[in-house]
C-alpha cells in the first residue's frame, strides 16, 4: 500500500475505491432509512395505526444486529467487491416489496429483511482498511462513514418532496422504488470498477484468515462474553413485540424465537471453539497475535456513542418541543429541525475524527472525543424552558461534534487490529453500536410505561426538586395510557411550574418537603381525590356519548323516515329491531345507517 497523501478530488487508485466506497454506503442508508420520511404518507395509503408504524420501526433495526456479525465475516472470505455488490442487489428486491405493499403484514417483511442492509458499513471498513496505509486509515475512515451516514438524512430531506412530484396519492411508493432501483444499478458499478486489494497486495486475497481466530484461551471465553450483548439485545426485540404495547407476537411464536435467538448464541460459541481448539492448542505466532480485549473495548466505547446517539435522537424532538412549546412558541416540526443538528455534524465532524486519530494519536484522541462527549451529555441534561434556543443547539452541536468524532476515532482503531479479520471486527464492533440503541431506548423506557402497565400499581409518587421537561412529558403519556394517582414531592414552589404539574395529570403537588408521618394520609387523600374526578370525568363522558348517541338516532330515524315512509315511532322501531339482529348498540346502528348514507350519496 502506498503512503503516498491522497485528496478528495482524487478518481484514480485507493481514491476511487474511497469514493465508490462511501457512496454505496450512502445509498444503503437512503435505502435503510427511506421509509422515515414518509411515514404519514404511508399511514394515510393504507390505513395502518399509530402502533404498526412504531412496529415497523423496530423492524427496521432487528436483522442489522446479527446481519453486521454475518456480513464482517462474509466479506472477510469474498471480499468487498462481492460482497456490497450482492448486498445491494438483494436489498433492493424487499425495497420494491415495501414501495408495492397492500397491507400491514407485507410492510413488516419487507422492513424486516431490509434491516439487511444496515450491514454494508461493515463491507467498506473492511476495504478502505485493505486499501489504505496505516498512517491515512483514520482520515479514510471516517471520509466513508461520515459522508455515508448522511444518505438517512439525504432521504429524510429528499424523498418527500420527491414523492409530491411523482403523485399525492401514491408518491411514496415511486419514491421508495426509486431508490431500490438506484441500489440495483450502483450494485453493478460497484462489482464493475471496485477491486479487493490494491495491486501490491493483489494476492492476499487467497491468504485470508479462518474467521473468529483468537490469539489465546481468554481472548476466546471474552469473545463468547461479548456475544452475550448482541443475541440480548435481539431477544429484547423480541420480547418488546410481544408486551401488550405491540401485541405482534403471540405466546408460543415469542417462545419459539427466544429459543432459536438461544440456540444461535449456543452454535455461535461452539463455532468458536471449535474453529480455536487446535489453533490454540499450540503457541500462536507472533504475525497472527492480536487481543480482543481491543475489540472488546472499542465494541462497548460504540455503544455508547452510537447507540446514545440513536436513543437521543429519537427522543430529542418531543423533548424539545415539551420544553419550549410554551416558553419559546416551538412548534413540532421546528423541533425535528432542531434535532437534527444532533446528526448534521457527521459529515465534517466524523472526518475530522479520524484525521486527529491519524496525528495525534489514536488513543489520545479517542479519550479526549470521550471526555467532550460526557461534558456535552451532562451540559445537555441541564437543558431547561429559559433557557434560549440558541444555547440549547449550541450545547447539542458541541455534544454531537464530539459524539461523531468519537465514532471516527473508533473505526480508526479497527481495520489496525488484524487486518485479515477487519471485517469481523468491524462487524461485531457496528453490531454493538445497534444493540446500543436497543439498550439506551429500553433503559429509558423501562421506568415509565413498561413499569406502569407491569405493575399496574395504585398510585405513583415522586421526590425530586423540580419537575423537568422530560418527567412532564412521561406524566402526561402516563394520564393518557395509564390513568392513575400521581402525587409528586417537590421544592418547586413557582406558579408557572405549579401549573405545568397540574396540566401533566399530577394529582397531589407538595411543596413543604416529604415526611413519613404525613406521607400515607397524603396519599391517600390523592388516591381519593383521583377516583373522585375519574368517577365525574367518567360521567361526562357517559353524557357526552349519550347526547353524541341522540344526535346520530335523529339523523337515522330522519333518513328512514324519508327513504321508507315511516312516521317517527315507526323509524324508531325499525331502527331499535336493525340493532338487536345485529346485536349493537342503539347508538352504534344509528352511525352504520348514517355512514351508509353518506356513502351511497
Known amino acids: 500500500m502506498s503512503a503516498r497523501s491522497f485528496t478528495l478530488f482524487d478518481c484514480q487508485g485507493k481514491t476511487k475505491i474511497l469514493h465508490l466506497s462511501w457512496i454505496a454506503f450512502f445509498i444503503s442508508f437512503v435505502v435503510w432509512f427511506n421509509h422515515a420520511p414518509l411515514l404519514l404518507s404511508i399511514q394515510h395509503s393504507l390505513g395502518i395505526s399509530s402502533r404498526e408504524i412504531e412496529i415497523l420501526l423496530l423492524l427496521n433495526v432487528a436483522l442489522t444486529i446479527p446481519a453486521r456479525v454475518i456480513v464482517g465475516m462474509v466479506v472477510d472470505r469474498l471480499g468487498a467487491k462481492i460482497t456490497y455488490s450482492v448486498l445491494l442487489a438483494l436489498s433492493s428486491l424487499p425495497c420494491f416489496m415495501f414501495a408495492f405493499a397492500q397491507n400491514f403484514e407485507q410492510l413488516a417483511w419487507a422492513r424486516f429483511l431490509l434491516g439487511f442492509i444496515g450491514a454494508g458499513f461493515v463491507v467498506g471498513v473492511r476495504i478502505i482498511g485493505d486499501w489504505f496505509p496505516s498512517s491515512q486509515i483514520g482520515t479514510a475512515e471516517g471520509v466513508y462513514a461520515g459522508w455515508g451516514n448522511f444518505g438517512a438524512a439525504f432521504a429524510a430531506i429528499s424523498l418527500p418532496s420527491l414523492a409530491f412530484l411523482f403523485d399525492d396519492q401514491d408518491g411514496w411508493r415511486y419514491a421508495i422504488a426509486l431508490t431500490g432501483l438506484i441500489a440495483l444499478l450502483f ?114 466505547t460504540y455503544l455508547i456513542t452510537f447507540g446514545s446517539k440513536l436513543a437521543v435522537l429519537s427522543m430529542l424532538p418531543l423533548f424539545l418541543f415539551n420544553t419550549f412549546a410554551e416558553t419559546q412558541q416551538l412548534s413540532m416540526q421546528n423541533a425535528g429541525l432542531l434535532a437534527s443538528s444532533f446528526v448534521i455534524t457527521n459529515i465534517i465532524a466524523r472526518p475530522l475524527g479520524g484525521l486527529l486519530s491519524d496525528r495525534i494519536g489514536r488513543r489520545l484522541a479517542l479519550f479526549l472525543f470521550s471526555t467532550g462527549l460526557t461534558a456535552g451529555y451532562s451540559l445537555m441534561a441541564f437543558i431547561a424552558s429559559d433557557w434560549s434556543l440558541w444555547l440549547t443547539v449550541f450545547i447539542i452541536l458541541f455534544c454531537s461534534v464530539f459524539m461523531q468524532a468519537a465514532e471516527g476515532a473508533i473505526f480508526a482503531f479497527v481495520p489496525l487490529i488484524r487486518r485479515p479479520i477487519t471485517g469481523e471486527v468491524a462487524g461485531i464492533v457496528g453490531a454493538y453500536g445497534n444493540a446500543g440503541a436497543i439498550i439506551f431506548l429500553f433503559l429509558s423506557n423501562i421506568q415509565s410505561l413498561e413499569i406502569i402497565n407491569q405493575l399496574q400499581p395504585d398510585a405513583v409518587v415522586l421526590n425530586l426538586y423540580s419537575p423537568n421537561a422530560a418527567i412532564l412529558a412521561m406524566l402526561k403519556q402516563i394520564n393518557q395510557e395509564y390513568p392513575l394517582p400521581v402525587i409528586m414531592f417537590a421544592e418547586d414552589q413557582q406558579t408557572e411550574t405549579i401549573n405545568k404539574v397540574i396540566r401533566s395529570g399530577v394529582s397531589a403537588y ?35 356519548n349519550q347526547l353524541e348517541d341522540r344526535k346520530f338516532i335523529d339523523q337515522a330515524k330522519a333518513l328512514l323516515i324519508k327513504s321508507k315512509g315511516y312516521n317517527e315511532d315507526q323509524a324508531y322501531h325499525a331502527l331499535r329491531k336493525l340493532a338487536m339482529d345485529r346485536k349493537l348498540s342503539l347508538g352504534e346502528m344509528a352511525r352504520n345507517v348514517v355512514a351508509m348514507a353518506d356513502l351511497l350519496k
Not at 424465537?257 to 463455532?271: D, E, R
Not at 381519593?528 to 353524557?543: V, Y
Open 510 to 544: 407538595i411543596v413543604d418537603g416529604l415526611e413519613p408521618r404525613r406521607l400515607k394520609s397524603i396519599i391517600e387523600i390523592a388516591i381519593a381525590r383521583f377516583h373522585e374526578q375519574q368517577a365525574l370525568k367518567d360521567e361526562l363522558q357517559k353524557t357526552r
Open 187 to 300: 450494485a453493478w458499478v460497484y462489482y464493475q470498477n471496485v477491486e479487493n486489494f490494491p495491486p501490491e497486495l493483489a494476492g492476499e486475497q487467497s491468504k485470508q484468515a479462518s474467521t473468529m481466530e483468537v490469539s489465546s484461551i481468554s481472548d476466546l471465553f471474552l469473545y463468547m462474553l461479548s456475544l452475550i450483548p448482541l443475541y440480548a439485545s435481539l431477544a429484547i426485540l423480541i420480547w418488546k413485540l410481544h408486551t401488550p404495547e405491540f401485541a405482534v407476537l403471540d405466546l408460543i411464536n415469542t417462545c419459539f424465537l427466544q429459543g432459536l435467538v438461544t440456540l444461535t448464541f449456543l452454535l455461535h460459541a461452539y463455532q468458536l471453539v471449535k474453529t480455536n481448539s487446535v489453533r490454540l492448542s499450540r503457541p500462536v505466532a507472533s504475525i497472527y497475535q492480536y487481543r480482543y480485549s481491543q475489540v472488546f473495548i472499542l465494541a462497548i
